[in-house]
């Protein structure tokens, strides 16, 4: 088995690490410090006396702080050790390490204490796949730094690393011969900086440490803020509130600013998506509305101030289209993946409506849907359009980039993910479920936003119209009367996708169901097939490609399980509703409160412990986010014009739960609720 990865992380730039604190390339992950889609060290390794480190202890003191403590040598070294070392580490705009030597003896003694340096500036999406580029490196002894720079015509990368104490400074890197008295120390600050765009180097030694100290101290209060800001959790039930305020800390670590933008967004997560991602920050974003609303009114702003104007096939992009992805790396500046700016997404678009619709609801900023009127109205027309390829009334996608563009372009976007019951993968263009569900969702809110803040009663009306005929439409063509649930998918001709899928929950959140039917497809999704006991699965079992660890073939999500216990709550079936939430919070609880991104479909009863994918990344807004709407929904909290509405759906065990201070249009309000079983003990009383 691979030794534990470490990592610090603050918005876009990170780092990941071994256990000893050191980088070495991995072809499977992104192991160096990374800042916009770029690796900045890809080597960065300690030496004493020639001697690699061997990990005692390590205190990861927050998000972008943590502490390794080390000993030279091999494990039988350990013991009475003369000699040990403390890195404390920590990344802000910068990457900071401090070094100190401790010396045990009770006689002075000599070290020789050697960082080895350097740089690839590898694209993150590069990773397995390495290229060779021409790295500059300078060694500057006078100013007692290191600077490794790429240039590739306007696209330029540079690293400085730079020490607080002297050191002689060579192209691989800095070594300290120090001496160190009975039961003494030494120690020295090395500050890493990251350029883009070719700025002029400096002298990074004047004001290192305060400096540091006033980043260490910014980041602290801002995290305190942001602790503060949020509602209070008050658990009857053990770990609850340590999980809420890890969510809520995993959150403050994935908000980034990008580049001429002044306000932070969401990011998708570590270490794969750490930008901004049109779907994942937007359902960050509404599944956090009751907690962290300011997440809401940046997001929206950056997707239409980023919102598709034109027709590009490379880009995939179509007026009115919201992005999928925002890239800096060099593949994309030069197009040689996809671009920097790509848009093949066919659900960010009209859930771009449904949360600015659905933070108006929270938090009464009217100001904010007028602002945004035009890149709603244009995110409504496409959806007519652009997203119906075929003239059949339904969102469909196929890519147009064949080279690098993305195949299926929903959530669900591996590429063997849309199959039918036997296997099968239907023709292009394909319109999955719940694109349809997002699709009426956002013509219903967007008919509200029109009559309430626009005063466009005549479009207002028009899309109610089209919102109805669209839900019409779809009860007749996506559902299954022999099977009792909905086509995962239709085919360009129309044939339905049988495949049993957890896209049916989204169609719940949407409200596109048939009242009629819910409990049917409630029975689904919470039935054998596809509840694993630890949550629903991405598609059920005893389907001919069912795979229990397959991504979006029989795994199972935390993000997907918040949507559709929600939808369920949507038609006040809180029993099924609870049963999903009281899954997902035992199996982070029993995962020691870290909330993967996915786990596999296995039976719970079967492994009896959540088995965490390899692909499963952490953290990940979308999944911290997830215990929130969690939270939200069995709470039942839903904002009711001025007024928050509470009504409560605990799942038994939970005992009782207050969440106060809950922001929003209402200024703060308090929700109390508790299980049934509370219930019952505290009427025998």
């Avoid at 160096?32 to 690796?39: H, P």
């Avoid at 900023?365 to 059949?392: F, K, N």
């Avoid at 779809?474 to 339905?496: I, K, Q, S, T, V």
Wanted: glycine content about 8%; some cysteine.
């Amino acid at each position: 088995m691979k030794q534990e990865l470490v990592h610090v992380i603050a918005g876009n730039i990170f780092a990941i690490t071994d256990a000893q604190g050191d980088i070495e390339p991995d072809p499977q992950l992104p192991v160096g410090l990374f800042a916009y889609d770029t690796r900045f060290l890809s080597h960065w390794v300690l030496r004493i006396d020639g001697e690699r480190t061997n990990a005692l202890s390590r205190d990861d003191l927050t998000y972008f702080e943590t502490r390794f403590f080390l000993v030279p040598g091999t494990a039988s070294h350990y013991i009475d050790a003369d000699v040990s070392i403390i890195r404390h580490r920590s990344v802000h705009d910068c990457f900071h390490e401090n070094i100190t030597v401790l010396n045990h003896s009770s006689q002075p003694a000599e070290y020789t204490v050697r960082l080895e340096m350097a740089s690839d500036f590898t694209d993150i999406v590069e990773v397995g796949q390495v290229r060779q580029r021409a790295v500059e490196v300078a060694a500057d002894p006078a100013r007692q730094q290191l600077v490794l720079r790429y240039q590739r015509e306007r696209f330029i990368r540079e690293t400085t690393v730079c020490s607080t104490v002297p050191a002689d400074v060579d192209e691989q890197g800095m070594t300290f011969r120090i001496r160190i008295p009975p039961e003494g120390r030494w120690e020295t600050d090395l500050h890493v900086t990251v350029t883009m765009g070719g700025e002029e180097g400096r002298d990074l030694r004047a004001d290192l440490q305060s400096h540091q100290h006033a980043l260490r101290t910014g980041m602290d209060e801002d995290l305190s803020r942001w602790l503060d800001r949020a509602p209070q959790l008050v658990a009857e039930r053990a770990g609850l509130e340590e999980l809420y305020q890890g969510s809520l800390a995993d959150l403050a670590a994935l908000r980034y600013q990008p580049f001429s933008y002044r306000e932070r967004v969401p990011i998708g997560g570590l270490p794969w998506a750490m930008g901004l991602f049109g779907r994942d920050s937007i359902i960050t974003c509404l599944q956090t509305m009751a907690f962290t609303p300011e997440l809401a009114p940046s997001t929206l702003r950056m997707l239409a101030l980023v919102q598709g104007g034109q027709l590009d096939d490379w880009l995939e992009e179509e007026p009115g289209k919201i992005l999928a992805h925002l890239r800096y790396g060099e593949t994309g500046a030069f197009r040689e993946r996809t671009s920097a700016l790509y848009y093949g997404a066919a659900d960010t678009t009209p859930l771009f409506v449904v949360l600015l619709d659905e933070y108006e609801r929270w938090s009464g900023d009217a100001d904010l849907v007028r602002e945004l009127r035009h890149p709603a109205r244009m995110a409504l027309d496409w959806i007519d359009e652009y997203g119906d390829l075929t003239g059949d009334g339904y969102v469909r996608y196929q890519r147009r980039n064949e080279r690098y563009g993305a195949v299926n372009q929903s959530w669900k976007n591996s590429p063997d993910a849309i199959v039918d019951a036997h296997g099968r993968q239907p023709a292009f263009p394909r319109a999955t479920c719940e694109l349809q569900g997002y699709a009426y969702d956002a013509k219903r809110r967007g008919a509200r936003l029109a009559r309430e803040f626009w005063g466009d009663l005549a479009y207002a009306d028009r899309l109610e119209r089209e919102a109805a005929a669209l839900k019409e439409r779809f009860n007749r063509d996506f559902w299954l009367p022999h099977r009792g649930y909905y086509a995962l998918a239709l085919d360009p001709y129309g044939e339905p996708v049988d495949a049993l899928a957890s896209n049916m929950g989204h169609l719940l959140w949407s409200g596109i169901v048939a009242d009629d039917r819910a409990e049917a497809v409630a029975e689904h999704l919470v039935g054998p097939r596809l509840f694993s006991g630890w949550g629903v699965r991405t598609f059920a079992t005893g389907q001919r490609t069912y795979n229990p660890v397959g991504a979006h073939l029989g795994a199972v999500w935390p993000s997907d399980n918040a949507v559709i216990a929600a939808g369920l709550r949507r038609y006040s079936l809180g029993a099924q509703a609870a049963r999903i939430a009281a899954g997902v919070f035992d199996m982070t609880l029993t995962l020691g409160g870290e909330v993967p991104e996915v786990i596999a479909g296995y039976e719970r009863s079967l492994t009896t412990y959540p088995v965490q994918l390899a692909t499963s990344c952490r953290p990940q807004a979308w999944s911290s986010g997830s215990l929130l709407m969690l939270l939200a929904t069995v709470l039942g909290l839903r904002p009711t014009g001025d007024n928050l509405l509470v009504d409560p759906a605990v799942p038994e065990g939970f005992g009782r739960l207050e969440l106060l201070d809950i922001p929003g249009r209402w200024g703060h309000s308090d929700a109390y609720a508790r299980d049934r079983s509370t219930e019952r003990r505290h009427r025998l009383r």
